[in-house]
């Protein structure tokens, strides 16, 4: 692949470095033709960014038929763990508590913008980034696993073995470290009940499980009903996986599961009380103390084990007694008096990860994430800050190396890195993850050793998509690429924690970039996103809530998305015409109304076409319409044809100010005097005024036209019938007159009225004589 | 992760989806113009819902069952273009012999809905090469906000070659056609009447040459390409970025042509090729939308591959607009032949005569890049 030349230097003022190693992401396109492929193909951008491609077969095929096809891809849609009908559900539950978020920012800085002091707001901002928080968690994850899955209900275990999704993981994630400013404090613990929810650790157990007898797997499930009755075949305590699985709990502290392990000891058991009460008692010894283990925080989760304190001088001081008694137990005589080796062995091992022994913690845990929450738990309880927590990180990386960065892990780094431990070559990496096309612009992309895409996704999904590790560069911004890898779709939200939570982070994102078009990297991520949305027809109509708080393009986006709405269907032209209301964009809903009424024009329904247009005031079109209407009423005039237009007539005379209104009506009269046909006009006159839908406002200005044809010299052109039809219809309106004395026609003189009145007289008293 | 929309009819050329992406019309080596529709808003796929062909005199619209004894126009459809909704549902269609026809979807006297020929354009020695359709505010001859006049503009050529392409461009207003035709000239005429898609009037028709006053010897031209600039602001000036593929040097550069309200004529405002690359024939010339950007930009593609253009906004003392090529990115063997830009204007996509589909767009530090590519596979 050839590398793209570069015209542009980005040169000192690049925000990341570029790599020179560029390649496109290249996917399939099955399209069903025949080899050679056709000889062209004909592109088409749909709604929002789907992409239609229109294969056409070469001519110089065989005699078998093969027909050209066109397919339909839908770019940047790579959040392959959330199926469409799931995603919708977040795209729409997400809206109201963005919105929200937006209308505080808003309201806050025009408060903010009134009074010098902000302080006060702080406090109740967090709160609504809290609930935003909360809000945006619940939609992602739906139910959090619980900790307490461990012993009590083993069938749940192996049910519940589904992780959350990643999307939910690196949201909590977010909120840890951006969002939830009360917690600060108690960082390391929710970080320890973060990766207790995802970490490995629960498929060490299960595997464990698993390779226990069905029997035991029964056994476990009326272990709960029948505690003191419950016997083995075998003595569990003998495995040495037992321990090992006991160990792993506790290290990263499952203090419930490592407990409840504890306590099906064989020492537990009825016929066994008599000859093990040294060893039960050590057993239960350890399980008190692991039970009562000090946590920095304010409370914990319901079935959680554990001791509270929310100031650092008291958890000091309860760790302090804690770690005494631990150190007592282990120095104990009644180690001597335990014959069981494996019990006596696999305590004290308990004992030293309590103690902190790092070389039992390393071996306790698998992963370093792993090793680093025990480290937080078992040896540096005290650690605050993400520097520390950082170099932490970066010691038990080199404890437990991986080969294969995961995005959370990735992510993780990058938050405790202080957003600069962030590779571009992991943000190359990213961009592959979003199909084909992420829209947002990405600093670069690295070819990868090889292997189809389809691989190279197989391998990024689980998580394995380096062969070795990153070269991590340090730039805030990297990092702002990098949470579109965890978060696709929902960068969007991720952004606002981000801006919330770090102000480095937040000038970054307001920050507005020439090379964007002057637009900040926020924006960018909400055009993006509403473009997206309009991908598909059930989502388009939240696009414009994210639009909207875009300040510089939003607006122009949004109006190219509602033109391109089919508006000939009345709902979607109504559902458009409220939008424009709600933005104002008058002009748009004006152009809209204007294209749904020439459709109905067209297609036959000439009602909804001259309402259409009527509501968007094109008077050009109306008094073309006009016009031809009245084109249409010279041509012939019977009652069939009146029929034809019906409605249409009234439609075009209740807007006064459009032309063409009853100028036609009045050229029709008009033009029959001109051609001389005075009794065929006298006839249209009659069947005007006869035909119900003529308005009644359009009565007397047809009379008081028609003067010349009641004074007709030569003859009376209306026989007495004909006459007293028109007298009728003008009593009518004299009537009218009367209650509404505003009802004369302005553009008539004021003896209108009578002077008609004075012709039909006229014309009556000449017919009867004729007659 | 693509999902088939349709199957084509055997034969077919040439496709285009209409505004809303809610329509499809096809073209094809018999002359069939062909309208594909699906049955609600949120469906994606689509059956075909007419099929209609030019005959000998007038128009001639069959169903299904009819078409195969009208075989009058043989000549294939080579392009086919959408004219802006407000103006109905209709096409343009170019063929193979340099024809250019509109069809439109209509409810006449009491007639089923039907397609139906609105006008053929005459056919003379010249032959139209690309048609597209703008839309302008300010009418040219009433200054009457809220209506459209609609341009149309065709661009035709000689030679044994065929017409290319057409377009309309959307502006608010006034319907124009600009068509380029096959001896390098380019003809916008403009929509009399905007219920009745058979009364244009030619509004002007020259060169796309920047000096005027060169001559040169009689041009032929394989292809031409048109693209209106996409609508914007109200006020802004109705303009199309114009490209051929000729015999002739002056004529093959892109130029970017805008209407002179106060003189009532088209004025080349800017050239979009290097003083070195003047004479490269251009395959295709694509606008891109712009939602707020300080600067327009246009792609162009020669045999030298894709270029990216920025197009100042406020033209200089003489009128002319600032350009800046801001990239140069080659991809396609065997040419470029299409151009799109998505709805944002921040991803275009490409196809050419590799068979493959491109995808570009720029990074963060706005340096443009190949981003994917869709190889076709059986």
Redesign the interface.
């Given at each position: 692949m050839k590398m793209p030349g570069l015209t542009s230097d980005p040169g000192e003022t690049s925000l990341v470095p570029f790599s020179s190693e560029v390649g496109p992401v290249v996917y399939p396109l099955r399209h069903g033709l025949k080899p050679p492929i056709a000889a062209r193909f004909s592109i088409s951008w749909s709604r929002g960014n789907s992409l239609r491609v229109s294969g056409f077969q070469s001519e110089a095929d065989d005699g078998e038929v093969v027909r050209g096809k066109v397919v339909e891809v839908k770019l940047g849609s790579g959040d392959s763990e959330i199926d469409h009908a799931q995603w919708r559900r977040i795209a729409y539950g997400s809206v109201s508590p963005f919105a929200l978020l937006q209308s505080h920012k808003n309201s806050m800085a025009a408060v903010s913008k009134m009074s010098a002091v902000s302080s006060p707001y702080d406090a109740e901002w967090s709160d609504y980034v809290m609930e935003y928080s909360r809000d945006i968690g619940f939609l992602l994850g739906g139910h959090k696993l619980s900790l307490s899955v461990g012993i009590e209900d083993t069938k749940t275990v192996l049910k519940k073995v589904e992780e959350p999704t990643c999307l939910k993981a690196a949201w909590e994630l977010m909120v840890i470290f951006y969002a939830d400013h009360k917690s600060q404090a108690w960082t390391p613990e929710q970080l320890v009940d973060w990766l207790a929810v995802r970490t490995s650790f629960k498929k060490i157990m299960i595997a464990y499980c698993q390779e226990l007898s069905q029997q035991f797997i029964q056994n476990l499930s009326t272990f709960k009903r029948n505690l003191p009755v419950c016997r083995f075949d075998f003595a569990i305590e003998d495995d040495d996986k037992y321990w090992e699985a006991i160990s792993s709990a506790l290290a990263v502290g499952w203090l419930d599961v490592a407990v409840k392990m504890l306590r099906l000891h064989g020492s537990y058991q009825l016929n066994q009380v008599g000859s093990r009460e040294i060893e039960n008692g050590l057993v239960e010894a350890v399980a008190v103390l692991i039970s009562k283990m000090p946590h920095m925080r304010l409370e914990l989760a319901p079935g959680k084990l554990g001791e509270c304190f929310g100031t650092k001088p008291d958890f000091i001081k309860a760790w302090e007694k804690w770690r005494g008694q631990i150190s007592k137990l282990d120095c104990s005589a009644f180690w001597f008096q335990c014959d069981h080796r494996q019990t006596r062995e696999g305590l004290k091992n308990l004992l030293q990860i309590m103690l902190g022994n790092a070389n039992i913690l390393s071996s306790a845990t698998c992963h370093w994430m792993e090793l680093h929450v025990s480290y937080l738990l078992h040896i540096r309880p005290f650690t605050m800050g993400l520097e520390s927590m950082n170099n932490l990180a970066q010691k038990c990386m080199q404890l437990k190396p991986v080969s294969f960065p995961h995005k959370l892990m990735t992510l993780l780094l990058g938050i405790l890195g202080e957003n600069t431990e962030v590779s571009d070559v992991v943000l190359a990496e990213c961009s592959r993850s979003f199909g084909p096309c992420t829209m947002i612009p990405f600093p670069s992309a690295v070819q990868l050793t090889g292997g189809s895409p389809q691989s190279q996704e197989q391998q990024f999904r689980s998580g394995h998509f380096l062969d070795e590790q990153p070269v991590l560069h340090g730039h805030p911004f990297a990092f702002l690429m990098l949470i579109r890898y965890p978060f696709g779709r929902m960068v969007v939200h991720a952004a606002e924690l981000l801006a919330a939570g770090n102000t480095q982070m937040e000038i970054l994102l307001h920050e507005e970039r020439h090379n964007l078009g002057g637009i900040s990297m926020e924006e960018l991520h909400r055009l993006v996103y509403a473009q997206v949305l309009s991908s598909h027809a059930l989502t388009w109509q939240i696009a414009p809530i994210y639009l909207a708080s875009c300040t510089k393009q939003g607006m122009a986006l949004l109006k190219i998305l509602l033109y391109k709405q089919p508006v000939h269907h009345n709902q979607i032209l109504l559902k458009n015409i409220e939008i424009c209301r709600l933005y104002e964009l008058h002009k748009v809903s004006s152009k809209m109304m204007k294209i749904a009424g020439v459709h109905h024009w067209k297609h036959g329904k000439k009602g909804s076409g001259v309402f259409w247009l009527q509501q968007a005031r094109d008077e050009i079109r109306l008094s073309r319409i006009a016009q031809q209407l009245f084109d249409f009423v010279g041509k012939s005039i019977s009652d069939e044809s009146f029929k034809q237009w019906e409605g249409l007539i009234e439609l075009l005379g209740s807007e006064s100010r459009i032309a063409g209104g009853l100028e036609f009506l009045h050229k029709y009269v008009h033009d029959g005097i001109a051609t001389n046909s005075a009794q065929k006009a006298a006839e249209s006159l009659i069947l005007l005024m006869k035909n119900p839908s003529t308005p009644q406002r359009f009565w007397l200005p047809l009379l008081y036209d028609s003067l010349k044809l009641l004074n007709w010299q030569e003859h009376p052109l209306l026989n007495v019938s004909q006459t007293n039809l028109l007298l009728n219809k003008l009593q009518e309106l004299s009537i009218v007159a009367r209650l509404r004395p505003d009802f004369t026609e302005a553009d008539l003189p004021s003896q209108a009225l009578s002077s008609v009145r004075l012709a039909l007289a006229t014309n009556l008293g000449r017919a009867i004589l004729e007659e | 992760?693509?999902?088939?929309?349709?199957?084509?009819?055997?034969?077919?050329?040439?496709?285009?989806?209409n505004?809303?992406?809610?329509r499809?019309a096809?073209g094809s080596?018999d002359g069939t113009l062909a309208i594909f529709d699906s049955v609600d808003?949120?469906s994606?796929s689509?059956t075909c819902s007419s099929r209609s062909r030019l005959s000998g005199v007038g128009s001639v619209v069959k169903t299904r069952t009819w078409l195969d004894k009208v075989q009058v126009h043989e000549a294939s459809i080579v392009k086919v273009v959408w004219v802006p909704?407000?103006?109905?549902?209709a096409v343009a269609c170019i063929y193979a012999d340099g024809t250019l026809s509109l069809w439109?979807?209509?409810?006449e006297d009491?007639r089923p809905?039907q397609w139906k020929l609105c006008k053929d354009f005459n056919k003379s020695s010249n032959q139209v090469l690309d048609v597209q359709f703008g839309v302008s505010l300010t009418g040219l001859k009433?200054v009457?906000i809220?209506?459209?006049i609609p341009f149309l503009s065709l661009t035709a050529f000689l030679d044994r070659t065929q017409v290319w392409s057409t377009k309309l461009s959307?502006y608010?207003a006034w319907l124009y056609k600009v068509a380029a035709y096959s001896d390098g000239h380019l003809k916008v005429y403009e929509l009399l009447?905007?219920?009745e898609l058979k009364n244009w009037q030619l509004q002007a028709e020259f060169q796309n040459v920047i000096d005027s006053v060169s001559k040169f010897g009689k041009a032929a031209c394989l292809s031409a390409s048109v693209s209106w600039s996409p609508e914007?602001g109200?006020s802004q000036q109705l303009s199309f970025v114009l490209g051929f593929n000729s015999n002739i040097m002056q004529l093959n550069s892109a130029k970017v042509w805008e209407f002179d309200q106060d003189h009532q004529r088209w004025l080349p405002v800017a050239e979009l090729a290097l003083p070195e690359e003047k004479g490269d024939p251009v395959y295709a010339v694509a606008w891109a939308?712009?939602?707020?950007?300080?600067?327009e930009v246009i792609a162009t593609a020669t045999h030298k591959?894709i270029a990216i253009w920025h197009l100042g906004l406020n033209p200089d003392l003489d009128g002319r607009l600032s350009v800046e090529?801001?990239?140069?990115?080659?991809?396609h063997e065997g040419g470029v032949?299409?151009m799109?830009?998505?709805?944002?204007g921040?991803?275009l996509?490409?196809?050419g005569g590799d068979?493959?589909?491109?995808?570009w767009?720029?990074?963060?530090?706005?340096?443009?890049?190949?981003?994917?590519?869709?190889?076709?596979?059986?």
């Open positions: - | 992760m693509e999902k088939t929309v349709t199957t084509l009819d055997k034969g077919t050329t040439c496709s285009s989806w505004y809303s992406g809610q499809m096809t080596t808003t949120a994606s689509f909704p407000e103006y109905g549902d439109e979807e209509v409810v009491s809905l009433l009457d809220g209506n459209i959307p608010e009447d905007p219920l914007r109200e939308p712009n939602i707020g950007r300080p600067y591959g090529k801001v990239a140069s990115l080659s991809g032949w299409e799109e830009w998505d709805m944002s921040m991803t996509a490409t196809t068979g493959v589909v491109r995808l767009q720029s990074n963060l530090n706005g340096v443009w890049h190949e981003q994917a590519v869709f190889e076709p596979t059986t």
